[in-house]
């Protein structure tokens, strides 16, 4: 069995249109009519991006006892490593090897709920149900697979075959549908590059029925789209229907008058102005001896077909023009289907040229209708026919040209989005064309999206953000635990979760989701630490409650000791307590800090956040002399290794330094002379976090930055000019 899956198309379908159509319909919402198949309530939730109704059953014990041997390990080897296509493959194979029904319909109907995308695999298991003698089981795949991907010709056709085989074509109803399918099918695919087979399946089956205008109207509508086999439509069937029927049986009604008359004035005309060089002018009272009434002369017949052809021929001119700009895109694209292994980058820089050059062709005609729309405004007063003036007839022709550019702009999108739906930055595109249009369009495409990428944290956690910035925290809220439950201890995803509920009001939960990270992370102390500051700012800012918020801290510090930013947002904590009960507090912290097994310039700083705290609020002189007695000891002790911290990290202060520190650093003032001179010193760090986030985004540099910044503490702040005499 190959594993390379066989797909032409994914977007969305609708309903059939009349033969005529005289706009570009743009891509309806994902539901299949009924009359053209099964469309169930699987299949629709299936459509939206949920997959869990379109799961497999359990099996029965029956079922299970009549599996082929090797059925249940290749399907745990699956299940247990559901992302890999290879094992998935390796089920579907020995499963087609064997002939079994049932197995085959299990780990089909698994795997299609996992790659959707995959046209040859729908088609197997439509084949499976048919050899099985369920035709309309056969049907409903077919119909669950167009839901998925109904940009597929290949499984458009496949469907429409099994129809032709299994339908009985003597039943009036018979006819009936196989058309509204074909209308599906080309409303949905006909404006793919490579749908000439399905067009020419259309016009075929049409001659068969004996419609012959209907022959032309398909004909007429595949002329206007640029197509690969854009010249066969023209040269060789439109042209050879044209010879082989006279023009009142090909024509629509409408089109075969306008014509008829034009070209009779035309005759008369000419026969006139022949009669005139002659000088042979009738006597008065004289005629042309008429045809007889309901024929047309063979003259007449042949000035119809060269009127119907010049007519076509522009059409078909206009439409090549259309071929050579898609050409060297279309050119550049070697693997429209779905498939799990990389694209190579020509392709993909191929789809993102193509995807670019679609978009300025909508921009420029959007400025132009706009441009235009001025000018016959202006016109309006003086210009009028009838009812309508030129104004608005114009201005509606260029809204409907608009509207056939955006159409051709969803289309690609949802092209593009076959070959490269595993790839983030497409689904990306997509969703920000969409976001100023449609916000449910924009749902369903985020649904989609995450269909096909589970494990993407990023892409799920703006789809969250995109459901709360709407209104819908439910929606946000599912969309987040589902991540979290897919990629256990991804900490931004947590974080996210808890700061949703924080902006929903919800700080109980807020506080147990961060609670709750703190119990299960005790294994590793980095990580435990973290979301124990996290928990202690909440208790701290939010909650009003700095005895829960000391605890956590002093808990963590229990676990992780040498962990600095536990030390210096746990001093931060005391310093910003009240003056009563937080100088004791601050001398603690401080003592159990210098105790700890941390680094030299770690430790300084946490004495020269204790000394400042006690220069400006304590009332003693003497315990502020004593502070700086201990201070000077230990910057004597650790002196040397502090300098040498201060020359590594020189370069980095210049960077991370503080917006409100004062323009020139301690360590590079000289020290005053004047004992009266007051003391300048920076004002202490607050614990705010979002200067330092830089959004959602910056929690990842908690990992890569250990930065006292981050926690913040950016400069160093030196005490040790001898402002105060030795006691």
């Known amino acids: 069995m190959a594993t390379e899956c066989e797909t032409s ?37 299936f459509a939206q991006g949920d997959t869990a109704s379109f799961s497999p ?25 559901a992302h890999d296509f290879t094992s998935w493959t390796d089920l579907l194979q020995y499963c087609e090897q064997e002939g079994h029904t049932a197995a ?37 795949v077919c119909v669950q697979g167009l839901q998925s991907i109904p940009l597929s010709v290949d499984l458009w056709i496949h469907y429409i075959n099994l129809l032709l085989g299994t339908l009985d074509m003597n039943l009036p109803e018979s006819p009936k549908r196989i058309r509204s399918v074909f209308e599906d099918a080309v409303v949905a695919s006909g404006l793919d590059f490579h749908s000439d087979r399905l067009w020419d399946l259309y016009v075929e089956w049409e001659k068969e029925q004996g419609n012959i205008r209907n022959v032309t109207a398909v004909l007429d509508r595949v002329l206007k789209l640029p197509t690969q086999n854009y010249s066969t439509h023209y040269e060789n069937r439109f042209k050879a229907h044209l010879s082989s029927y006279e023009p009142k049986e090909m024509l629509s009604l409408e089109e075969y008058e306008e014509v008829r008359a034009l070209c009779r004035e035309t005759q008369k005309a000419e026969r006139a102005e022949q009669a005139k060089e002659k000088g042979n002018e009738m006597p008065p009272g004289e005629e042309e001896p008429a045809t007889p009434e309901g024929t047309d002369s063979e003259e007449l017949i042949q ?46 820089r191929g789809w993102h040229a193509y995807l670019d050059w679609e978009l300025a062709q909508l921009n420029k005609d959007a400025d132009d209708c706009n441009k235009d729309s001025k000018e016959t405004d202006a016109d309006a007063k003086e210009d ?48 920000q064309y969409l976001e100023t249009r449609s916000v449910d369009e924009v749902r369903v495409v985020y649904k989609r999206a995450c269909l096909h990428l589970p494990s993407n944290p990023n892409l799920h956690m703006r789809r969250a953000t995109f459901e709360e910035r709407h209104g819908d925290l439910a929606a946000a809220r599912r969309v987040l635990e589902a991540l979290d439950k897919n990629r256990p201890g991804l900490v931004v995803v947590r974080v996210r979760r808890a700061a949703l509920e924080r902006r929903a009001g919800q700080l109980e939960r807020s506080e147990a989701l ?36 000391r605890s956590v801290l002093q808990e963590a510090l229990e676990i992780s000791p040498s962990n600095d930013k536990l030390h210096l947002n746990l001093l931060e ?58 201070h000077q000891k230990l910057l004597k002790e650790l002196g040397g290794i502090k300098r040498e911290a201060e020359n590594k990290d020189k370069g980095q202060e210049k960077v991370v330094k503080s917006e409100d520190a004062p323009a020139d650093d301690a360590s590079t003032q000289a020290p005053p002379t004047d004992p009266q001179v007051p003391i300048t010193v920076p004002p202490p760090p607050t614990m705010d976090m979002s200067a330092q986030s830089g959004g959602y985004g910056g929690y990842s540099n908690w990992y890569q930055q250990p930065q006292y910044g981050s926690y913040g503490y950016q400069n160093t702040w030196n005490y040790n000019q001898g402002y105060y005499p030795p006691s």
């Open 514 to 549: 961060l609670q709750e990270a703190v119990s299960q992370s005790k294994e590793k102390p980095t990580l435990h630490a973290f979301y124990s500051i996290k928990l202690a700012r909440l208790l701290l800012k939010l909650g009003g409650n700095p005895g829960r918020a």
């Open 9 to 45: 198309g994914d977007g969305e379908l609708g309903d059939p249109s009349a033969m005529e159509i005289t706009e570009v319909p743009i891509l309806p919402p994902p539901v299949m009519s009924d009359e053209n198949g099964c469309a169930d309530l699987a299949t629709e939730a």
């Open 384 to 431: 009028t026919e009838g009812p309508e003036s030129t104004a608005q007839t114009q201005r509606r022709k260029e809204e409907c040209q608009v509207a056939r550019d955006d159409h051709r702009v969803r289309f690609l999108f949802e092209r593009c989005l076959i070959a490269c739906a595993l790839y983030e930055e497409f689904w990306t595109r997509y969703i």
């Open 57 to 81: 059953p359990p099996a029965t014990e029956d079922e299970e006892g009549d599996l082929p041997a090797d059925f249940e390990r290749l399907w745990n080897a699956a299940h247990d490593n």
């Open 303 to 348: 000035r119809i077909r060269d009127q119907v052809l010049s007519r076509r021929e522009k059409i078909h001119q206009e439409n090549e023009n259309e071929v050579r700009k898609r050409w060297n895109f279309e050119d550049t694209i070697k693997r429209p289907y779905f498939h799990v292994k990389p694209l190579d980058q020509t392709q993909l």
């Open 573 to 630: 904590l005391e310093v910003s307590s009240e003056l009563c009960s937080s100088a004791e507090a601050v001398q603690k912290c401080v003592t159990r800090a210098l105790a700890a097994p941390l680094a030299p310039h770690t430790k300084i700083i946490l004495s020269q956040r204790g000394l400042q705290f006690v220069e400006e609020y304590s009332n003693s002189i003497q315990s502020v002399l004593s502070f700086y007695e201990d």
């Open 104 to 140: 085959s319909q299990r780990a089909l109907m698994a795997f299609l709920g996992r790659y959707p995308l995959c046209y040859g695999y729908w088609k197997k298991f439509a084949d499976v149900e048919r050899r099985a003698g369920n035709n309309d089981k056969a049907a409903e």
